[in-house]
């Protein structure tokens, strides 16, 4: 299994970014899939998830109505859009696989088995 995340950069608060996770070595659409970040000094929180089938779509309060994720079963890659982006979305944001297949996504980070590299967020003026 690897996941390997990319599209993080430096943005000005207001602007856009698209995050890009690429997935291999298991039957993608099979899997519910996350987002999460990790500032410095703080602990890795959820930010979004989406369903196995991508029906169902989940996302932290502070994201709700700015951020969208998606997935690509063709092409085995999760997406997350991020809009109006601001100062506190900083961090290093992570996709993650779920443990059991056919699952719902949730915000508890054990019910998640892999885990990619990460890709930096900067958002500042």
């Known amino acids: 299994v690897q996941l390997v995340e990319s599209g993080g950069a430096l943005a000005q608060p207001g602007g856009s970014l698209r995050l890009s996770c690429a997935a291999s070595?298991?039957?993608?659409?099979?899997?519910?899939m996350s987002w999460y970040r990790q500032a410095p000094g703080k602990e890795r929180e959820f930010v979004a998830g989406?369903?196995?089938?991508?029906?169902?779509?989940y996302y932290a309060d502070s994201v709700k109505g700015r951020f969208t994720i998606s997935r690509d079963g063709g092409k085995n890659t999760l997406y997350l859009q991020m809009n109006s982006l601001k100062p506190e979305d900083t961090a290093l944001y992570y996709c993650?696989?779920?443990?059991?297949?056919?699952?719902?996504?949730?915000?508890?980070?054990?019910?998640?088995?892999?885990w990619g590299q990460g890709t930096q967020v900067t958002v500042s003026s």
């Open positions: 993650a696989r779920a443990r059991l297949r056919y699952s719902s996504a949730d915000a508890d980070l054990q019910s998640y088995d892999y």
């Open positions: 070595g298991f039957t993608f659409s099979n899997y519910a």
């Open positions: 989406i369903s196995w089938g991508g029906v169902g779509t």
